[in-house]
C-alpha cells in the first residue's frame, strides 16, 4: 500500500543529530529501509520537516521506521494511505462496474 510518512523534528534532538553528524546516517538508513517513490524535506511550522512516499508492505515494519525518528529525533510522525493518479482512476472505474 502507498503511504504518505510526514515527520516534524523536535528542534534540539535535531540540532544534537546534526551537531554530531547522525542526522544524515538516520536519513540514510530510513531511505535504504523505505525506498521512497519521493521524499521532500522542508520547514513546516518552524521545525525540520519531510514527507516520503514509499510502499508499504507489512504494516508491521512501521515499528522500525518510526522508532528510530521518535528515539533520535524526537519526531512527530504520521502515516497515512495515499494514491497516486493512476490509483484514483482505478478506483473510479471500480466505481462504474
Known sequence: MRVMLRAHLDIQASNDAIKSGKLPQILETLTERVKPEAAYF???EGVRSFIMVFDLQ???DLV???EPLFAELGAMVEVQPVMNREDLQKGLAALQR
Do not use: F, K, P
Request: proline letters at 0%; charged letters at 10%.
Open 42 to 44: 522542508n520547514l513546516n
Open 58 to 60: 507489512d504494516s508491521a
Open 64 to 66: 522500525a521506521i518510526n
